[in-house]
């Protein structure tokens, strides 16, 4: 983390109305004046956090983050049960993006961000590609079913012990069934400790697959609060039952509408979540975008990786950067 900039506060919050019942927040920090730059969280059903904040220069940027519906501080929040997840799907994010956009006065922004985020960049900017400066993404994924496959099935060749316990969870599923929409059913059970157990099982199988990272020293799934991970396994079992709503491959098909946006996607090439093949599909389609292979990281990343995003976030912000001792990689 030694490439990070110092901690900031933001010093502009709100809660935005975006329809159907639901206030999404935000945040804005850095300088008002400053080139703008949106923050789009993964998971999904991460919420922001407060360290990506700090992978901007503050004297340089007007860096926006938000909480996609559900998650955060966002409300109503989705480890309640009754909460109505049917207006939470992919396009009900690119128009909250769109609406915090008008409500901040932006005409163009960067985006930035990984994982899960990526999918939603990618899918935002397709669409409103005269929204977006430039996009910078680790860890890149675009939400295929083959993807979500190899993420709560095919990866379980690697840890055949944890899968079982983690096809144990939903009982009844066939090994060949649909694991995902299995747990999605139970993240909504009426019966709290069915929900708390779902949860807990489906924690435990990402903290497996990040497990070579972590080395046991941290279990960032499971670790997290009751309700932030109650809100993230019934956010993401949902979305990924439904294949994120795109059609498949349909964010690589449609990248040629990237064209003219300057892209740098950082990937791991130990990335047990989301393989490098993605990533370098991606930017074989889109003629704008470097892919910076990182040899030892992960999912997670780490501050080689690090040091390449804030790189390209320094470059793109345009001067002298305050955080010269940032890494630049070539690009594969």
């Not at 939603?120 to 397709?126: D, G, Q, T, V």
């Not at 840890?159 to 090994?175: I, S, Y």
């Given at each position: 983390m030694d490439h990070l900039y110092p901690p900031i506060e933001p010093y502009e919050t709100g809660m935005l109305d975006v329809g159907d019942g639901n206030l999404v927040y935000w945040e804005v920090c850095g300088n008002?004046?400053?080139?703008?730059?949106?923050?789009?969280h993964g998971g999904p059903?991460?919420?922001?956090?407060?360290?990506?904040?700090?992978?901007?220069?503050?004297?340089?940027?007007r860096i926006v983050l938000f909480d996609q519906r559900g998650c955060g501080s966002s409300t109503p929040h989705a480890s309640d049960p009754s909460?109505?997840?049917?207006?939470?799907?992919?396009?009900?994010?690119?128009?909250?993006?769109?609406?915090?956009?008008?409500?901040?006065?932006?005409g163009k922004w960067l985006l930035y961000g990984g994982s899960?985020?990526?999918?939603?960049?990618?899918?935002?900017?397709?669409?409103?590609?005269?929204?977006?400066?430039?996009?910078?993404?680790?860890?890149?994924?675009?939400?295929?079913?083959?993807?979500?496959?190899?993420?709560?099935?095919?990866?379980?060749r690697f840890?055949?012990?944890?899968?079982?316990?983690?096809?144990?969870?939903?009982?009844?599923?066939?090994?060949d069934g649909d694991l995902v929409a299995a747990y999605a059913a139970l993240a909504g059970h009426a019966d709290p400790a069915v929900r708390a157990k779902a949860t807990a099982d489906w924690c435990a199988w990402e903290d497996a697959v990040v497990s070579a990272e972590t080395k046991g020293a941290s279990n960032p799934y499971s670790d997290r609060p009751s309700a932030a991970r109650l809100a993230l396994v019934r956010i993401c079992s949902h979305y990924f039952a439904h294949g994120a709503w795109l059609e498949e491959g349909a964010l690589l098909r449609d990248a040629h509408r990237l064209a003219g946006i300057p892209g740098v996607l950082v990937h791991g090439r130990l990335d047990m979540a989301g393989p490098l093949h993605t990533a370098w599909e991606l930017c074989r389609?889109?003629?704008?975008?470097?892919?910076?292979?990182?040899?030892?990281?992960?999912?997670?990343?780490?501050?080689?990786?690090?040091?390449?995003?804030?790189?390209?976030?320094?470059?793109?912000?345009?001067?002298?950067?305050?955080?010269?001792n940032a890494p630049r990689g070539p690009g594969v």
């Open positions: 008002p004046e400053g080139k703008p730059a949106l923050v789009v059903g991460s919420g922001c956090g407060t360290v990506a904040r700090r992978h901007f220069d503050p004297d340089r940027y909460t109505d997840m049917s207006h939470n799907t992919t396009r009900h994010l690119i128009a909250d993006m769109e609406l915090l956009r008008e409500h901040l006065d932006v899960w985020g990526s999918t939603l960049i990618l899918a935002y900017a397709e669409q409103h590609p005269e929204r977006v400066s430039e996009i910078v993404i680790t860890g890149v994924t675009t939400t295929r079913r083959s993807e979500i496959d190899w993420l709560y099935r095919g990866v379980g840890f055949p012990e944890q899968w079982d316990r983690f096809l144990a969870g939903a009982p009844g599923t066939p090994r389609a889109w003629p704008d975008a470097e892919l910076i292979v990182v040899e030892d990281s992960g999912h997670m990343g780490n501050d080689t990786a690090r040091g390449h995003a804030l790189a390209a976030l320094n470059r793109f912000a345009g001067g002298v950067s305050s955080a010269s």
